[in-house]
Nanobody, 119 residues
């Protein structure tokens, strides 16, 4: 069993910064891809950033250099440093850990953390 938990959300003014963290605990062997997604009210969940166990990163088109995803393999932790936040970034942010196909390919999700950007 794997437990994923996010932290670090909150209320911030437009132009401000926030750092989200996420830790996976339990049976974490074989985790290959970690990611941040977000979902705003009335919208579909969208990918914010992904990072693989080898350090390859990818960002959603809307990030435009404002966010940085990072990982600490030893602690099964990933982070999302967000800067120059906009009201349009307001959403619930979810963290995920996905095993490699060799280990079954299952994805584990956290409960989400609210990020609210005030204009």
């Amino acid at each position: 069993q794997v437990h994923v938990m996010e932290s670090g959300g909150g209320l911030v003014q437009s132009g401000g910064s926030l750092r989200l963290s996420c830790t996976a605990s339990g049976s974490t062997v074989g985790m290959a891809t970690m990611a941040w997604y977000r979902q705003a009210p009335g919208k579909e969940r969208e990918m914010v950033a992904t990072i693989t166990s080898t350090g390859e990163v990818n960002y959603g088109y809307f990030v435009e250099g404002r966010f940085t995803i990072s990982k600490d393999n030893g602690k099964n932790t990933i982070a999302l440093q967000m800067s120059r936040l906009l009201p349009g970034d307001t959403a619930v942010y979810y963290c995920s850990f996905q095993r490699s196909r060799f280990y079954g390919g299952r994805t584990y999700w956290g409960q989400g953390t609210q990020v609210t950007v005030a204009s």
